[in-house]
């Protein structure tokens, strides 16, 4: 199986911060990657695919970037509604498989 | 507006079975593949098992394997998961998720339900 780090853990931040995440791929996955968010008590959103492609609907302050291992996801500027879970999720194989999450905190 | 509506988690006893369902409206059902995914408490996000659009193929996770068998029936727009062996670690909130794109199961997901709770305790 595809083994995805993400770093850091955990985030504490402030409203208007720009905020980066990290995920790390165990081998090659392409552009083969996908970001969530999560909130408590909620299903997974899809915020980013194809490591930088936008899903329709969402704010235009995210952004994603890499391909190979590395891959970044990146929040311009913090707001209230952003805090949350953060996942990564490789899609190469049939076998696909998740990051252990961040969670973004209000600093 | 796509919908997917899980139903059939609850308590059950290590050693027991329990048949998970997810009722999806508002897209074309038998042109994408779904998936289930589970999040036990407090964790994170585990793939558990993907079948193909038209029930052909279906893939399943090494800690699931030869317990769980994930089925639909595409004339009543729903997918299954069966669960069997069920263990204390399969304790978790079971989504159901639909593949974005058309036609293949190599993909990301787009819609999600709104989860399922399965307990595996005495």
């Known amino acids: 199986d595809i083994q995805m780090t993400q770093s850091p853990s955990t985030l504490s931040a402030s409203v208007g911060d720009r905020v980066t995440i990290t995920c790390r791929a165990s081998?090659?996955?392409?552009?083969?990657l996908a970001w969530y968010q999560q909130k408590p008590g909620k299903a997974p959103k899809l915020l980013i695919y194809k490591a930088s492609s936008l899903e329709s609907g969402v704010p235009s302050r995210f952004s994603g970037s890499g391909s190979g291992t590395e891959f970044t996801l990146t929040i311009s500027r913090l707001q209230p509604d952003d805090f949350a879970t953060f996942y990564c999720?490789?899609?190469?194989?049939?076998?696909?498989?998740f990051g252990q999450g961040t969670k973004v905190e209000i600093k | 507006e796509v919908q997917l509506l899980e139903s059939g988690g609850g308590l059950v006893q290590p050693g027991g079975s329990l048949r998970l369902s997810c009722a999806a409206s508002g897209f074309t059902f038998s042109s994408y593949a779904m998936s289930w995914v589970r999040q036990a408490p407090g964790k994170g996000l585990e793939w558990v098992s993907a079948?193909?659009?038209?029930?052909?193929?279906?893939y399943y996770a090494d800690s699931v394997k030869g317990r769980f068998t994930i089925s639909r029936d595409n004339s009543k727009n729903t997918l299954y998961l069966q669960m069997n062996s069920l263990r204390a670690e399969d304790t978790a909130v079971y989504y159901c998720a639909k593949a974005a794109e058309y036609m293949t199961t190599v993909t990301t997901f787009d819609y999600w339900g709104q989860g399922t709770l399965v307990t595996v305790s005495s």
């Open positions: 081998q090659s996955i392409s552009s083969w």
């Open positions: 999720h490789q899609y190469n194989t049939d076998f696909p498989t």
């Open positions: 079948i193909s659009g038209s029930g052909g193929s279906t």
